[in-house]
């Protein structure tokens, strides 16, 4: 550990490791899935924990009505009829703008079939020094390091100059409906952290990820005689060997970054509906898919490309040339993003989680969208940096490492000492 300023050290002994614990198993209790009245009450809890800490909270119902007729609005996956927004603002000596932002989500996806589960998702144990259930990494964890690390400045009895806020952000997991409401409201900052879990990292560019749908048809037959018919899952093999080549393709010169992930622009297909009777040919085949966007790629010449490579696939073959699949732009959409390259944020954020003993991280990309796309367009320089490691997400064997959470918390308190300046 580097050598620290008294006032450094004395914050970084006020991070509290069993009241970071504890916080985020009171999270991780909140089943936050995103479109249950959860995902509001896990809102008003973190609202609630930033009041305590002295924060000027704003609260605000996201006006959903607004959203859905505004042109630059993410999509949306889930139905809602209700959202939060939260932005908790630590007191400074002066006001203005915030020296530094951190913007984590509270929403979770489905835990899935609880059978796979060791234990109940939403009730989160520790175990093998790690806290465990849906949440917990993605992103639960990295939302409690940050209030830790504000409850420790608030602890050590100190004032910052300038203000640091947290934005606890919704509908980060179906588009960023959030980030972008509350970016919209107004809270912006000269720069922000988002504490996505990093596996020790500092993660500068995220690809972007758009999701759509296939609609693919047939001809229906009796299935004594299929012949007579046109399968539309037959079909779908041949559009979706198609897709596999062209996903291949896309993958070319990615940036290093990546440290070479085999998709850093994958094509994935999540769910595929196909037929009503199973001794009938099935004329008809849905599928929902997410196809990533590359760095620096604009969404419609994403669109565009993908669009022509189908055009190719259904002219390659006699039934589809007549009979094209239909493409259609659905739920979330994922621009890419990227810290501008040379900015002072990178080697802060190293040099803090250097000087808790933890090394300096490597700078790394993720193949993943995020709500970094959504800072960075609004001028706010942006990367992730936060405890967990992303290939736990989403899964059945979902926890975050408590020493992890311990090292961003006190990671977090040196930047915002060292960011906002002491009063």
């Known amino acids: 550990m580097a050598d620290l300023t008294a006032v450094e050290a004395r914050v970084l002994s006020a991070v509290d490791e069993a009241r970071a614990v504890s916080r985020l198993r009171d999270l991780v209790a909140v089943p936050s899935v995103g479109g249950t009245a959860a995902e509001c009450e896990v809102q008003h809890l973190v609202g609630d924990w930033l009041e305590e800490l002295d924060c000027a909270v704003d609260r605000w119902p996201i006006d959903l009505a607004a959203v859905a007729m ?14 939060w927004g939260v932005v908790g603002t630590a007191p400074a000596a002066e006001e203005g703008l915030p020296a530094l932002v951190f913007s984590g989500h509270t929403d979770v996806v489905p835990p899935g079939d609880r059978a796979r589960w060791p234990a109940d998702p939403f009730d989160p144990r520790v175990a093998g020094g790690a806290v465990h259930g849906r949440g917990t990494c993605d992103m639960k964890a990295g939302v409690v390091a940050a209030l830790a690390a504000l409850a420790a400045v608030r602890t050590a009895g100190l004032r910052l100059a300038r203000p640091v806020a947290l934005h606890a952000v919704v509908g980060e997991e179906d588009g960023g409906l959030g980030a972008w409401a509350t970016l919209r409201r107004g809270h912006h900052g000269e720069v922000c952290v988002i504490p996505e879990p990093t596996a020790g990292a500092v993660v500068t560019a995220n690809a972007g990820a758009l999701t759509f749908r296939l609609e693919v048809a047939g001809h229906a037959a009796h299935a004594a005689h299929r012949d007579r018919g046109v399968s539309a899952v037959v079909l779908f093999e041949r559009v979706h060997a198609g897709l ?4 291949a393709e896309r993958q070319q010169d990615a940036d290093p970054r990546f440290g070479g992930a085999p998709y850093p622009y994958g094509i994935n297909i999540g769910r595929v509906q196909a037929g009503d009777w199973a001794s009938s040919v099935p004329d008809r085949l849905v599928a929902d898919g997410r196809y990533g966007v590359r760095l620096d790629e604009d969404v419609a010449t994403a669109r565009a490309a993908l669009e022509a490579r189908l055009a190719d696939i259904c002219a390659a073959d006699p039934w589809l040339a007549g009979h094209p699949v239909r493409l259609t732009w659905t739920g979330g959409a994922f621009a890419s ?12 954020v190293q ?9 300096v991280p490597p700078e790394r990309a993720i193949p993943a969208g995020s709500d970094l796309r959504l800072y960075a367009a609004a001028g706010v320089p942006t990367l992730h940096y936060g405890p967990g490691d992303l290939h ?12 992890e959470l311990v090292t961003a918390a006190r990671a977090f308190a040196l930047l915002t000492l060292r960011t906002c300046g002491v009063a």
């Open 337 to 348: 993003g990227t810290l501008p390259h040379g900015h002072p944020l990178l080697p802060a």
């Open 70 to 83: 505004a042109p630059d609005a993410p999509g949306q996956e889930v139905e809602r009829t209700e959202a």
């Open 244 to 247: 596999r080549a062209f996903e």
């Open 351 to 359: 040099r803090a989680v250097a000087d808790t003993g933890a090394g």
């Open 392 to 403: 736990l997400a989403h899964g059945p064997l979902e926890r975050v490492p408590v020493d």
